[in-house]
């Protein structure tokens, strides 16, 4: 069934004089962010961590939130949900919750790269034969004063099953 496109009309009154103490801009860039993350059933993931650890606040919400800000604003997690206040969805946590959930989700990083990974299949076809993965290492430099963080890119080939 084709879609039909419809007009949608905004009232705008000239006469009128603006709030200035009323939030009128919304930031809705995240949007298209959030298609993904559900296609990656991010939310299930949170469901189950919510399971392991019993915690009250939303997590689902918190994570969605700062992979939104990471991705559109990059910024401190402090930033972060100051920006998130900007959203269309107002953030239904505070901001010691976000750094309470910081711990569970550094916790659970395997877990949670795990799932992605493993969900990312329904978001379409893609070659899994070459893996690329980031291994991190300290490096001192050769002045012996100072120890610098260096990431190599690393691929591995799975064997052929010629």
């Not at 069934?1 to 009323?22: C, G, N, S, W």
């Not at 392991?52 to 559109?72: C, P, R, W």
């Not at 980031?134 to 004063?145: I, K």
């Amino acid at each position: 069934m084709e879609k039909q496109a419809k007009t949608v009309l905004i009232p705008f009154h000239a006469d009128r004089q603006l709030d200035y103490r009323k939030q009128a801009f919304f930031r809705g860039g995240y949007l298209f962010l959030q298609s993904v993350y559900y296609q990656l059933q991010m939310n299930k993931i949170c469901r189950k961590l919510k399971q392991k650890y019993h915690f009250k606040y939303d997590i689902n919400a918190i994570l969605s939130d700062l992979i939104y800000t990471k991705i559109l604003e990059p910024c401190s997690k402090r930033s972060s949900y100051k920006a998130t206040s900007a959203f269309l969805e107002k953030p239904s946590y505070e901001l010691h919750d976000v750094y309470q959930a910081l711990d569970v989700l550094g916790a659970e990083c395997d877990l949670i790269q795990a799932e992605v990974y493993k969900n990312s299949h329904y978001l379409g076809k893609r070659n899994d034969k070459i893996i690329y993965v980031v291994m991190p290492d300290w490096v001192l430099n050769p002045s012996g004063n100072t120890i610098t963080w260096e990431n190599e890119l690393i691929s591995y080939r799975s064997p052929s099953k010629s």
